[in-house]
């Protein structure tokens, strides 16, 4: 699809996690500020939750750059791991340390007089990031317990954040984990986002890739849109860009209630009809693409 069609700078509902495109709503805000505020208090583990598609992934990238250039850090995104070894090994990746032809015991001496060397250094911990945590078995999470438990003179040499869909819990359960249960003093959790802010969502959306939201979706496509994703931030992205493509394709000069519901109908989605004017009214009503929406104003 040409972007600059509806004069777009970009692609506006990426495919992939871009903070670039975060969006501030008021349940990730807090969970990020919870996280923050746990590293800050030189927490060991501190976890993350919420359903597929609620922006834990980019959560996880906002919480690294909001750590700044000057913390130490490493991001394993694919958490399939079939043992401590393989563990081992990618985080000695992640922070470009050497691992190949090393043991299970040699990794962690190494990954352990690395951490210590550097909290002597900086007088900073490194901070682990697991993303998709809840593929992680109770043998990986107690080695991550134990790194996390490593303490230098004057603070603790590694910090862990656990990115997981809400299934972890049951893995948590477990007797054997009741040690990791009790550190786990910061637990942040995300949700789908409500009506308001889902609509919001795909205004930003557009205004950061340089359009006018009231000149490329119209009123009602935004509430089918935003409604119809159940305002999981995903499907909001998958919708609305496959509504853009098809009024594109049909030479549609905006986004229309007729392409939000074939752009929902593509991909599986339920849609209910806009409603009434007047049931907009008051707190629940969304915001309006001729308005200003909450994060900024058009134009």
Do not use: W
Request: some cysteine.
């Amino acid at each position: 699809m040409d972007e600059t069609r509806y004069g777009l700078r970009r692609r506006p509902f990426p495919a992939t996690a871009d903070p670039a495109c975060y969006y501030p709503a008021d349940g990730h805000e807090r969970a990020l500020g919870r996280l923050l505020g746990g590293l800050a208090d030189g927490e060991g583990l501190l976890l993350l939750t919420g359903e597929p598609g609620v922006g834990k992934t980019l959560l996880c990238l906002c919480l690294l750059e909001r750590l700044g250039g000057q913390t130490a850090t490493a991001f394993l995104t694919n958490s399939h791991f079939r043992d401590r070894a393989a563990l081992l090994q990618a985080v000695l990746y992640d922070l470009s340390l050497p691992y190949e032809g090393r043991g299970e015991q040699e990794m962690r001496l190494a990954l352990t007089d690395h951490l210590l060397k550097h909290f002597a250094a900086e007088q900073k911990p490194v901070v682990l990031i697991v993303d998709e945590a809840q593929h992680l078995d109770a043998d990986l999470l107690e080695e991550l317990r134990l790194l996390a438990n490593l303490e230098a003179p004057g603070g603790r040499a590694l910090q862990v954040v656990l990115a997981a869909q809400p299934s972890l819990a049951e893995t948590l359960r477990r007797p054997g984990l009741a040690a990791l249960r009790q550190r786990l003093a910061v637990r942040a959790e995300l949700g789908a986002l409500a009506l308001e802010e889902a609509a919001d969502y795909l205004l930003h959306h557009l205004r950061t890739a340089g359009a006018r939201p009231e000149e490329v979706f119209g009123d009602e496509a935004v509430e089918m849109l935003a409604r119809g994703a159940g305002g999981v931030p995903r499907l909001l992205n998958q919708a609305g860009h496959k509504a853009l493509r098809l009024a594109a394709e049909a030479d549609a000069e905006s986004v229309d209630v007729e392409a939000a519901l074939e752009a929902l109908a593509a991909l599986g989605l339920g849609a209910e009809l806009p409603a009434d004017a007047e049931d907009l009214e008051g707190d629940d009503a969304f915001p309006r693409v001729n308005g200003e929406g909450r994060n900024g104003v058009h134009g």
